[in-house]
C-alpha cells in the first residue's frame, strides 16, 4: 500500500492511496472514526445553574466540545491502566465559574478554564448557555480519553470518506479534523491501530498438522485454521 499526501493542512488531508483494496481504505475510514482516541468531557459536576437550561443538556452540550488532545500523554478508558478510572494519565479536570452583571451573559467554550494547560477548547467561541443577570455558573468536569465507537463525541474526525479513481486500487481519501489532533496524526494512529490488531489476529490463528504434512504444501492439502 502507498498513501501519497495530496494536501495537508492542520486540520485537513487529502491523500491518493494505492495498491489496495476498497476493504482495506474502508478499514482505515473505519478506525480513525471508531478507534483513534481522544480527549471529552465525560463527567460533569454543576453546582450553581441559573440558566434555562437542564443540568443533563448542558451536560451534553460540553461533552461536544472538542478539546485539545496532547499526543501520547493520556490513556484510552479502555486500556488497563485505566479500568479502575482514577490513574493519573486517565483523565484531567476541566472549571466553568462565570457570574453575569446587570444583562443577561452568554457563557462560551473559551470560559472553560483546564488544570491541564496542553488541554483546552479547540474553538473558544462555541455557544455553551446564557445565564440571567447577577447570577453565577459553576461546575467542575472530568475529560477522557474514548473512541468514536464509545459515542460520537470521540470521534475525531467530522469528515472521513474515499473517492473511487479510473485504476480498480487507487482512491483519493479526505480527512478533516475537529481540531482534537493534526489531520496527519489521527491518520497514522489508525493505521497502527489496525497493524496491531492484524497483529494480534496473526498471533491467535494457529495451524495445526502444519509440520507433520510438510510445511505450506500440507496445509492447501487440507490443514485447517482454528
Known sequence: MKVEILKLSEEYLEAKISGCSEAMVNAIRRAILEEVPILAIHEVFIFENPGPMFDEILSHRLGLIPLKTPIGKYLPMDSPECAGGSGERCFTTLSLDVSAGEEPLTVYSKDLVCKDSEVYPVYGN?????????????????????????????????????????????????????????????????????????????????????????????????????
Open 126 to 226: 462555541i455557544p455553551i448557555t446564557k445565564i440571567p443577570p447577577k447570577s453565577r455558573l459553576r461546575l467542575e468536569a472530568i475529560a477522557r480519553m474514548g473512541r468514536g465507537r464509545m459515542h460520537a463525541k470521540w470521534q475525531p474526525a467530522s469528515l472521513a470518506t474515499y473517492s473511487f479513481t479510473d485504476q480498480p486500487d487507487v482512491f483519493i481519501f479526505k480527512l478533516e479534523s475537529t481540531g482534537s489532533l493534526p489531520a496527519l496524526e489521527i491518520l497514522k494512529q489508525a493505521v497502527r491501530i489496525l497493524r496491531d490488531k492484524f497483529k494480534t489476529l496473526m498471533d491467535s490463528v494457529t495451524l495445526p498438522g502444519v509440520e507433520e504434512q510438510g510445511g505450506e504444501k500440507g496445509v492447501a492439502g487440507g490443514g485447517e485454521l482454528s
